[in-house]
Each structure stands twice: as C-alpha cells, then as structure tokens.
C-alpha cells in the first residue's frame, strides 16, 4: 500500500536516464557544431575562388618576378605577406592592389609554402593560433605525380573575415605556365 518509497526509486532511476541521454546528445552535437565552424571557414567554394584568382595574378607575372616569388633559399619553407606585400614581388603592382584590398578580395595573409606541407605543419605553432589551427587541419598532400614542375608551392590564403583557402601553385621553371 506504502508506494512512496518505489516511487522514489522510480524518479531517481527516469532522471539518471535522462540525464544521461542528454549528456550523450551534448557530447556528441558540440563537436559537430565545431565541425560546422571550421566548415564554414576553411576551404569554401568562394575562398577557393578567391585563392584561385592570385594564384592566377601570381603566374600572370613576368617569369622572372614569379620563378623569384617561389624560389625559396636553402632551410626556409615559406614566406609570409601581410596584406598587399606580395604585390612588391609582382608584374602589375596596381592590380595586385587592388584585388588584394578590401574592396574586393579582403585579404590579411598570404603564405607560400612547399607543395607537401609537412614542413609548415611541424612549425604550426609559431604561427598565430587561427593560422596555426587551420595548417593544423590542412592535409599533407603528396608531390608524388607532379614531376613536370619545378617549383611546387601551395598558397594559403587568410582573408580578414576569418575565411581560410589553399591551391597549389605549379610552376615550370621553363615556361612559366600553369594548371588550371
């Protein structure tokens, strides 16, 4: 006759169980909604787009000023531009400006690195920690198929919204041409 007891259990047992499932549903959608950030900010169709038009600017340069651009000394794996800095190295200065500017393409960095980014992987953490987390997510990519190239580079483009991209930038030393 006496149920307080069973009915006390009974709650007990309903709130552990829910409780439970609710720890299981965070623990399982909070990662997704770091995902769905990173997804958002890293390699989107616009960004590639974006990277893809100064990895066409850079090629378009005189041979000379690019096969510069992407030549890199001995023991250094990537060169950084603030801004519009790369526009220096660059052919057509007043339109490497412009695009870079904030009219247009909004851009805060650029970073030339090998092709395979191994290397910039091992020295992510002397990067800032949006730069650094984002190399950190970038893959490895492997040079195996491109030995028609003699420069083999990657651009890395951040953009001042946030935005991050790469493309690779294949140069033949002899030509000057590209992939597309």
């Known amino acids: 006759m006496n149920k307080k007891g069973f009915v006390l259990v009974e709650t007990i047992v309903t709130a552990v169980f829910v409780l439970g499932l609710f720890a299981f549903i965070i623990a399982n959608i909070l990662p997704l909604i770091g995902d769905y950030d990173r997804m958002r900010d890293y390699d989107s169709i616009e960004s590639i787009y974006d990277a893809h038009l100064i990895k066409k600017m850079i090629l378009k340069s005189d041979e000379a000023r690019t096969v510069n651009l992407v030549k890199f000394p001995s023991g250094q794996d990537y060169y950084i531009f603030q801004g519009t800095d790369i526009c220096l190295y660059l052919s057509?200065?007043?339109?490497?400006?412009?695009?870079?500017?904030?009219?247009?393409?909004?851009v805060k960095k650029i970073i030339i690195t090998n092709f395979n980014t191994s290397a910039l992987k091992s020295k992510a953490s002397s990067f800032e920690r949006a730069t650094a987390e984002y190399i950190k997510y970038m893959p490895k990519y492997n040079n195996a198929p491109l030995q028609d190239y003699t420069y083999q580079r990657r651009i890395i483009v951040q953009f001042n919204d946030g935005r991050f991209a790469n493309v690779e930038l294949l140069l033949e030393a002899s030509s000057g041409g590209d992939t597309c």
């Open 92 to 106: 057509n200065k007043n339109y490497c400006k412009k695009l870079l500017s904030r009219d247009y393409l909004d």
